[in-house]
């Protein structure tokens, strides 16, 4: 599909410090639902970040329990190096609120540790949940982006007080089980947890939901038997409740076999007819993916026609699959323009509600720039020409000939309706931006050999005419590099790096601080992250290209990992980097992610010799990667006074 910047996206009283205080101030402490906020940011103080911003405003989370979290984003004033905003959380089942500060693409959000607060009652006390969701922000540290490094003794008290204030809370005493395990978790622990849950599950239980995370604790004890013999239970005295549906829904997720899970499904709510329409939303958007994946387009397009909010990119990925391999052209265009037509006005009510404006904006110009692609190669794999130049020519004025993928479609598209000086201009813009690929290239040399009208293939071309064009190539390479150069030279930053001691896949501990004087590349990944897989061979190209450096050092960081334990996750990275036959250093990640408030992998920062971070990288966005990766590093050897390769 095209090749865009893509990452792999994720998902507390009073808790600010007296460090924290002098720069940031939210009144009050834990207001009260209609009551006004007032957020002040010290933008003079040594601690914060956007101490040169033109602008500013606070994006403040809103964590409402059952519901979806909602996003306020309050534009602020300056008054001398300080920056104020007002605003009132009217939604009235907001509990916990967390807070951090943006300025363009720039953010501050405490070195990770994101500002929080509870809400209020009438009665001036945490409504219930406030402290159960600070205390689960300490536990987990990750809440929609916003994160905070683990601190289970605060999340403890938190929880403490949650228990005081509603005795009756079954959540509560579940998540302190959650603390106990993750501070020793042990034979004794495990035991003594089990004695609890035990006592809980005897006890009567007249919330349909308590049997759920009743039975996650039995699983996460390895009590399948336990858990099993809850379900039925649950089942039985709540047939058409929560519990029952999760135990239904969940033998659905297990079934591999795509369209066995698709009949799973279609079962499932037909039995659950009472559902809520978000539930009911969700399940039908995965009967959708389940017979996408099972290759049966028309029941997958079938079950997309029930959405009561689809998406231009829904349907996206229901026509590529078949216009990239040329089958069944006709139908898959149509679902494609579809697409286009929703992507062209999208649904408010598709927007999750943890993005910010610019976020949204971003998501639905990228949809409508994807299925336009896919609009557009429908049409020039039909041979509709004249009408894909048309599709192509709005693709690339969107994009700003940012794909590659799509940029040489809009060639080849240019080239085959004999617009041959336009395919050659487009595609050395495209060169110059740093955009090409190898189906450009060659698109490229159909154009060159086109423009000469012998009606000769670029092959058969003479030896001048074949280094004419190697010189346009070469003077189009020397602009994209200074461009290249001019660009990152204005994004280069000086932002402190934080320090961590990680081990790598032999178990050595590496000190980031122990590299300082070199140029130091920190990449976070994972192996089931799909643009951070598509990066590494380019990210190997560079440290090939470095490895002989000595003031050049590369740390591949493996995080946010499924697997169950340390040592599975080591043992997974293992045989990931064994098997693509990667040789850059790997560093199992257990806490620098949060430090460093990735939101999203593959992401890069690149430091200099003094530490500081120089660049940021976030997502993965092509071939260009290798060219920008090297100009940094290149950047910084002459900085430093180091011989470029």
């Known amino acids: 599909m095209a090749m865009k910047r893509l990452a792999c996206l994720l998902f507390l009283s009073f808790s600010i410090s007296f460090s924290q205080e002098h720069y940031v101030t939210i009144t009050p402490a834990a207001p009260r639902v209609g009551e006004k906020i007032t957020v002040t940011y010290n933008a003079a103080a040594q601690d914060a970040s956007l101490k040169s911003a033109t602008d500013l405003e606070c994006q403040t989370l809103v964590e409402r329990g059952d519901m979806d979290v909602v996003l306020i984003e309050t534009p602020m004033t300056k008054d001398g190096s300080t920056w104020q905003g007002n605003f009132t959380v009217n939604e009235p089942n907001a509990r916990f609120l967390v807070f951090r500060f943006a300025s363009g693409d720039d953010m501050d959000n405490n070195n990770g540790n994101n500002w929080d607060a509870l809400v209020s009652g009438a009665d001036g006390k945490p409504v219930r949940g406030s402290n159960y969701m600070h205390g689960w922000f300490l536990t987990n540290g990750r809440l929609f982006g916003y994160t905070h490094l683990p601190d289970l003794s605060a999340a403890r008290e938190a929880l403490v007080k949650e228990e005081q204030l509603y005795p009756d809370s079954w959540k509560t005493p579940l998540a302190l089980w959650d603390i106990e395990l993750k501070e020793n978790d042990n034979d004794q622990t495990r035991s003594s947890i089990h004695h609890r849950l035990d006592s809980l599950a005897s006890a009567d239980k007249d919330v349909d939901k308590a049997y759920g995370d009743l039975i996650s604790w039995?699983?996460?004890?390895?009590?399948?038997?336990?858990?099993?013999?809850?379900?039925?239970?649950?089942?039985?005295?709540?047939?058409?409740?929560?519990?029952?549906?999760?135990?239904?829904?969940?033998?659905?997720?297990?079934?591999?076999?795509?369209?066995?899970?698709?009949?799973?499904?279609?079962?499932?709510?037909?039995?659950?007819?009472?559902?809520?329409?978000?539930?009911?939303?969700?399940?039908?958007?995965?009967?959708?993916?389940?017979?996408?994946?099972?290759?049966?387009?028309?029941?997958?397009?079938?079950?997309?026609?029930?959405?009561?909010?689809?998406?231009?990119?829904?349907?996206?990925?229901?026509?590529?699959?078949?216009?990239?391999?040329?089958?069944?052209?006709?139908?898959?265009?149509?679902?494609?323009?579809?697409?286009?037509?929703?992507?062209?006005?999208?649904?408010?009510?598709?927007?999750?509600?943890?993005?910010?404006?610019?976020?949204?904006?971003e998501a639905t110009n990228d949809g409508l720039e994807m299925?336009?692609?896919?609009?557009?190669?429908?049409?020039?794999?039909?041979?509709?020409?004249?009408?894909?130049?048309?599709?192509?020519?709005?693709?690339?004025?969107?994009?700003?000939?940012?794909?590659?993928?799509?940029?040489?479609?809009?060639?080849?598209?240019?080239?085959?309706?004999?617009?041959?000086?336009?395919?050659?201009?487009?595609?050395?813009?495209?060169?110059?931006?740093?955009?090409?690929?190898?189906?450009?290239?060659?698109?490229?040399?159909?154009?060159?050999?086109?423009?000469?009208?012998?009606?000769?293939?670029?092959?058969?071309?003479?030896?001048d005419k074949r280094r004419e064009f190697d010189d346009l190539m070469s003077s189009a390479n020397a602009v994209k590099k200074e461009r290249l150069h001019t660009k990152l030279l204005a994004e280069r930053t000086h932002k402190p790096s934080i320090d961590f001691t990680l081990k790598n896949l032999e178990g050595t501990p590496v000190t980031l601080s122990s590299l300082r004087g070199k140029i130091v590349v920190v990449d976070f990944w994972a192996t089931w992250c799909g643009p951070c897989k598509a990066s590494f061979p380019y990210l190997q190209k560079v440290y090939e290209k470095y490895s002989g450096n000595p003031r050049v050092a590369f740390l591949a960081l493996d995080t946010w990992e499924r697997q169950k334990d340390y040592p599975s996750t080591v043992s997974n990275a293992k045989k990931?980097?064994?098997?693509?036959?990667?040789?850059?250093?790997?560093?199992?990640?257990?806490?620098?992610?949060?430090?460093?408030?990735?939101?999203?992998?593959?992401?890069?920062?690149?430091?200099?010799?003094?530490?500081?971070?120089?660049?940021?990288?976030?997502?993965?966005?092509?071939?260009?990667?290798?060219?920008?990766?090297?100009?940094?590093?290149?950047?910084?050897?002459?900085?430093?006074?180091?011989?470029?390769?």
Request: glycine share 8%; aromatic share 10%.
């Open 218 to 361: 039995y699983n996460k004890l390895d009590d399948s038997a336990s858990a099993i013999a809850l379900g039925k239970q649950a089942m039985e005295k709540f047939p058409q409740g929560t519990t029952s549906f999760t135990l239904r829904s969940q033998a659905a997720t297990r079934e591999k076999d795509p369209a066995a899970r698709a009949q799973l499904i279609e079962t499932l709510l037909k039995d659950f007819p009472n559902i809520d329409d978000k539930q009911k939303e969700a399940w039908k958007f995965t009967l959708y993916r389940s017979y996408l994946a099972a290759k049966n387009s028309d029941k997958a397009a079938e079950a997309l026609s029930s959405l009561r909010h689809p998406l231009g990119e829904y349907y996206n990925a229901l026509a590529w699959p078949l216009i990239e391999k040329g089958e069944q052209l006709e139908k898959a265009t149509a679902w494609a323009k579809q697409g286009v037509e929703l992507a062209r006005k999208p649904d408010p009510a598709a927007r999750p509600g943890f993005y910010t404006d610019k976020e949204w904006k």
């Open 576 to 645: 990931f980097i064994q098997d693509n036959k990667y040789t850059f250093p790997v560093l199992i990640d257990e806490n620098a992610v949060d430090k460093y408030g990735v939101t999203g992998i593959p992401t890069k920062f690149i430091l200099d010799r003094s530490g500081s971070i120089a660049f940021t990288a976030i997502g993965f966005d092509g071939p260009g990667m290798e060219d920008e990766l090297t100009e940094q590093i290149e950047i910084l050897l002459n900085e430093a006074g180091g011989s470029p390769q």
């Open 371 to 463: 299925v336009l692609d896919t609009y557009g190669f429908g049409l020039l794999q039909s041979n509709k020409t004249d009408d894909a130049e048309k599709v192509y020519h709005e693709v690339y004025t969107l994009s700003k000939g940012d794909d590659p993928d799509m940029d040489a479609r809009y060639v080849e598209t240019l080239v085959r309706n004999k617009q041959f000086s336009d395919a050659m201009n487009v595609g050395t813009e495209c060169i110059e931006s740093g955009k090409q690929s190898p189906k450009l290239l060659e698109q490229m040399q159909n154009a060159f050999a086109g423009k000469e009208g012998s009606g000769k293939a670029f092959a058969d071309l003479t030896t």
